[in-house]
T-cell receptor, first 114, second 113 residues
Framework: NAGVTQTPKFQVLKTGQSMTLQCAQDMNHNSMYWYRQDPGMGLRLIYYSASEGTTDKGEVPNGYNVSRLNKREFSLRLESAAPSQTSVYFC?????????????FGSGTRLTVV | QKEVEQNSGPLSVPEGAIASLNCTYSDRVSQSFFWYRQYSGKSPELIMSIYSNGDKEDGRFTAQLNKASQYVSLLIRDSQPSDSATYLCAVPGEAGGGNKLTFGTGTQLKVEL
């Protein structure tokens, strides 16, 4: 069981470039989340998808877009990367039953924007 | 927006001692609370969840919840060097809010030989 898989693991972008971070889960989970983690700031929610076909903004959505492609996949897109988006990005998911067992996190994508 | 506060540390304890990690939150509606452990360069992993006032024990870990005081803590008994990590407290958001979690900034724990 792979759990939550994120690609790529590392990425360096130039300011203004675009890219898509991929996330896929094989646990038949219903809800999926994108967080970013910065030193001293903790994990902050960017976007989430409560179920297939729905997406909603989190705490820090500016500069990002998301797509819930199907039940398994939830991608995060940076249209025009900025140095302020340098961060570690985590995808997470939970089953239909909710938060009883907390989130399952992917291994993260370490993004540097220069 | 729910606030979750933790002392950033580092909290240093000798091997074999009890480590006590604390978390306070600003909302009184939360029903469940979570503790995650995050090793440097890794993703968070769930170690404890607690829903009711009082203590919940799992091996060397004990979570304590006091909803009236809006306080949740994590005790690690017989601390080991492998417990050295950052511990994140997490609280669910508003009811019907998509099961979002709000995380504290984490407490770094160092267990010294």
């Amino acid at each position: 069981n792979a759990g939550v898989t994120q690609t790529p693991k590392f990425q360096v972008l130039k300011t203004g470039q675009s890219m898509t971070l991929q996330c896929a889960q094989d646990m038949n989970h219903n809800s999926m989340y994108w967080y970013r983690q910065d030193p001293g700031m903790g994990l902050r929610l960017i976007y989430y998808s409560a179920s297939e076909g729905t997406t909603d903004k989190g705490e820090v959505p500016n500069g990002y877009n998301v797509s819930r492609l199907n039940k398994r996949e939830f991608s995060l897109r940076l249209e025009s990367a900025a140095p302020s988006q340098t961060s570690v990005y985590f995808c997470a998911s939970i089953p239909l039953t909710g938060l009883s067992y907390g989130y399952t996190f992917g291994s993260g994508t370490r993004l540097t924007v220069v | 927006q729910k606030e979750v506060e933790q002392n950033s540390g580092p909290l240093s304890v000798p091997e074999g001692a009890i480590a006590s990690l604390n978390c306070t939150y600003s909302d009184r509606v939360s029903q469940s609370f979570f503790w995650y452990r995050q090793y440097s360069g890794k993703s968070p992993e769930l170690i404890m969840s607690i829903y009711s006032n009082g203590d919940k024990e799992d091996g060397r870990f004990t979570a304590q919840l006091n909803k009236a005081s809006q306080y949740v803590s994590l005790l690690i008994r017989d601390s080991q060097p492998s417990d050295s990590a950052t511990y994140l407290c997490a609280v669910p958001g508003e009811a019907g809010g998509g099961n979002k979690l709000t995380f504290g900034t984490g407490t770094q724990l160092k267990v010294e030989l």
